[in-house]
């Protein structure tokens, strides 16, 4: 938001607010490069003084509520379970179907128990991917934020693309393994030493309306062998016999260059 003229700035000083700075997290003159860190520029304050390694924990009452979601799906306590969230905020950032397909099915055949994660805007994604899976795995549908903060906490990994979800995950101290393609993990990964970060080539494309003209989308050719690696580094660091046992100790993966 800018504010030229000040007027803002003025109404909300007439208001009693003492200290007002007006800045676009997007501006140009900020150096950070990571958008929590502009945010954080914006307001003036001090960036990277490890608040990249909070993680949130999930209240018990919530975990009941993810528990009670995993429990209608006749779902046991998993030690090997991972979430995987074919969808995200673009098509133009998901791997496409038969990638995510091929995923499912060395998870299954490396001893782990996928369970598919399904928003309200999931539905294409999920479904295209679970067309060339032979043994199809459960899926979580619909659910809300509270519910899925409390299936976080009784999951071993997450794996997920550029989302949202991706996030949430990161900030609840799950292992996560954010799959980027045509963004910039330097400016919008989440943080965090549980987090690993897998990438295809580098995005050549000049803009966004260049991505989404791109077919080939060579960014998101990422290796199943490469996420799967990242699964089996999370995983043998993993106990979940007691929820938030992400939030004790991590592994990461070095970017694939």
């Not at 009693?16 to 501006?27: A, C, D, K, R």
């Not at 928003?119 to 934020?145: E, I, Y």
């Not at 009784?154 to 949430?168: C, K, P, R």
């Not at 549980?194 to 060579?218: A, D, Q």
Request: glycine share 8%.
């Amino acid at each position: 938001m800018e504010d030229k003229e000040g007027v803002l700035g003025s109404f909300f000083q007439e208001c009693g607010v003492l200290n007002v700075q007006i800045q676009s997290p997007f501006s140009k003159g900020l150096r950070a490069t990571h958008q929590s860190d502009r945010f954080l520029e914006t307001l003036g304050e001090s960036t990277r003084d490890r608040l990249s390694e909070r993680t949130v924990q999930v209240p018990p009452h919530l975990l009941e509520r993810g528990k009670d979601s995993l429990d209608a799906l006749r779902i046991s306590q998993e030690p090997s379970l991972v979430l995987v969230h074919p969808g995200s905020g673009s098509v133009h950032k998901r791997l496409e179907p038969r990638r995510m397909a091929s995923l499912i099915e060395r998870l299954w055949q490396e001893g782990m128990y996928p369970l598919i994660l399904e928003g309200p805007a999931d539905h294409d994604a999920v479904g295209q991917a679970l067309h060339f899976v032979s043994r199809p795995p459960l899926v979580l549908r619909d659910l809300d934020l509270s519910q899925l903060a409390g299936v976080f906490g009784w999951v071993a990994v997450y794996i997920g693309h550029d989302s949202g979800v991706t996030h949430l995950a990161a900030l609840l101290g799950v292992r996560t393994i954010a799959i980027f393609g045509p963004t910039d993990h330097h400016r919008w990964g989440p943080y965090g030493s549980h987090v690993s970060i897998v990438r295809g080539l580098p995005c050549s494309c000049e803009s966004w309306e260049t991505i989404k003209l791109c077919v080939e989308k060579p960014c998101l050719h990422v290796p199943v062998e490469n996420i799967l690696e990242a699964s089996r580094l999370t995983y043998r660091g993993t106990d979940n016999t007691n929820p938030h046992n992400s939030l004790e100790t991590a592994l990461s993966l070095a970017t694939p260059q």
